[in-house]
């Protein structure tokens, strides 16, 4: 089957090759899927540069966290799963720009009816981990404003438009004018140019001098104790990402701050499995793996409803992935990338 490796750590363009690898076995509680369309993340690229990752890997191995296909093989308790169109992250984050894909089935779950497989690739990821940070850790209320950094990324795109269904005021953060017309295209009042406007002044502006009652910051870097003074009086602040910092978070930041703001740190993790003490040892504590399908109901509703759509910015073949990392990296892309496994490599 073909697939796309990162042969050697190194710039996606000179590391990554679509080779011929053979189709991998199911494992016991987990299925395989034939993939349709995979989805680009911006923590492919510290994985192919061999930079800091939630979870890393020493090459070669396959690219690919998210998927959309159906399920053609199934280990031990998945039966039920054969035959199904699913949306699945693969198993340890690997593996799922490919033709075949494995996954545990506590991260498998039927694809929403309404999308097509382009669409629903692009739809996993981004809705999981934003409605999980939004309703599930920081409890956004109707009326309250959400401000959400990194608007025009995959899960910016998201939370813009989760805030919105969940009658938030949604204020979005992103560089240039094409990408703060997305952000008030999806839902957002205010869009905030990072370029040339300062964002302090323009949310309180916006907020009465009030700040953001819940911040989703899928950003992190130097900008982090900016994006402090915009929270709220006992606001929620949201480290979801960490795409302006090399070090991916793992530096420390002033707690002092966030006493002195009244506000709390509130973390998420898009990681539906029981939590081992192995895991725990490494300060991991996944989200337990019955509320995967709370989450997944919760949204295949606001889809039916026609209140969220994924924004795919671009569909590919396997050939233009490292292309398509770059240009994730250097700021060039909104929205999702999408692999379609039907093209051409
Ligand atoms: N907590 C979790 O469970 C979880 C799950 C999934 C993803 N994540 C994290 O969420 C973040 C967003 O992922 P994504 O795939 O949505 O990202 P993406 O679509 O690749 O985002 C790209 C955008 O990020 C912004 N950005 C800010 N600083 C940047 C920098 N130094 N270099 C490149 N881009 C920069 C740019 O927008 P502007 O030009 O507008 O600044 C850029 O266009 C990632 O950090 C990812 O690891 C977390």
Not at 25 to 41: H, I, K, L, M, Q
Not at 135 to 152: M, W
Not at 188 to 196: G, M, Y
Not at 296 to 323: C, D, M, N, T, Y
Request: proline share 6%; hydrophobic share 45%; with cysteine.
């Amino acid at each position: 089957m073909r697939a796309v490796r990162v042969v050697r750590h190194g710039r996606p363009t000179e590391v990554i090759e679509v080779q011929d690898i053979p189709v991998p076995d199911v494992e016991p509680g987990g299925v395989r899927v034939a993939v349709s369309a995979a989805a680009v993340n911006f923590g492919d690229i510290a994985r192919c540069r061999g930079g800091i990752a939630s979870v890393m890997a020493q090459p070669p191995f396959t690219l690919g966290m998210d998927v959309c296909g159906v399920v053609d093989a199934a280990g031990a308790g998945a039966e039920e799963w054969i035959g199904r169109r699913v949306v699945a992250m693969c198993a340890l984050s690997f593996g799922g720009m490919a033709d075949a894909a494995l996954a545990p089935v506590s991260s498998v779950f039927d694809a929403p009816s309404e999308l097509d497989d382009i669409e629903a690739a692009a739809f996993l990821l981004p809705f999981h981990t934003t409605y999980l940070a939004l309703h599930l850790r920081a409890k956004l209320q109707p009326g309250e404003t959400l401000l959400v950094v990194g608007g025009a990324s995959s899960l910016g795109t998201a939370a813009i438009q989760l805030g919105a269904a969940a009658g938030a005021h949604v204020i979005a953060v992103a560089g240039g004018r094409e990408k703060g017309e997305l952000c008030r295209k999806l839902g957002a009042e205010l869009a905030i140019d990072h370029l040339s406007d300062d964002i302090f002044e323009q949310v309180m502006a916006h907020t009465d001098e009030r700040g953001a009652d819940v911040v989703c910051d899928l950003v992190g870097g130097p900008g982090t104790e900016t994006i402090w003074t915009c929270v709220a009086y006992e606001g929620r602040y949201l480290p979801v990402g960490f795409n302006d910092d090399p070090e991916s978070g793992f530096t420390g930041r002033p707690l002092r701050k966030v006493s002195m703001g009244n506000f709390s740190v509130v973390g998420v993790l898009l990681a539906y499995m029981p939590a081992s003490l192995g895991m725990r040892q490494f300060g991991v504590v996944p989200t337990p793996p019955e509320r995967g399908e709370e989450v997944h109901a919760a949204l295949g509703k606001l889809v039916a409803e026609g209140a969220i759509r994924p924004f795919i910015g671009r569909r590919i073949s396997l050939g233009q992935v490292a292309a398509a990392l770059e240009d994730h990296e250097q700021r060039r892309t909104r929205g999702r990338t999408v692999v379609d496994l039907s093209l051409p490599a």
